[in-house]
């Protein structure tokens, strides 16, 4: 489930499991630029620590 909202007049994008998710993941341009830039790196550290 995606919400997309803001803080302090940013745009933030909230990852969450479900609706009900105690513990959703936000962030905001800045950290999505970041995360785009070193998706293989991520993808690779989540085949290596399943």
């Not at 997309?4 to 105690?22: A, C, H, M, Q, S």
């Amino acid at each position: 489930m995606i919400e997309k909202t803001e803080f302090k007049g940013n745009p933030i994008i909230v990852l969450k499991r479900d609706e009900n998710d105690k513990f959703p993941f936000s962030f905001g341009l800045t950290k999505a630029k970041l995360i785009l830039e070193n998706l293989e790196e991520i993808k690779k550290f989540v085949e290596e620590n399943k």
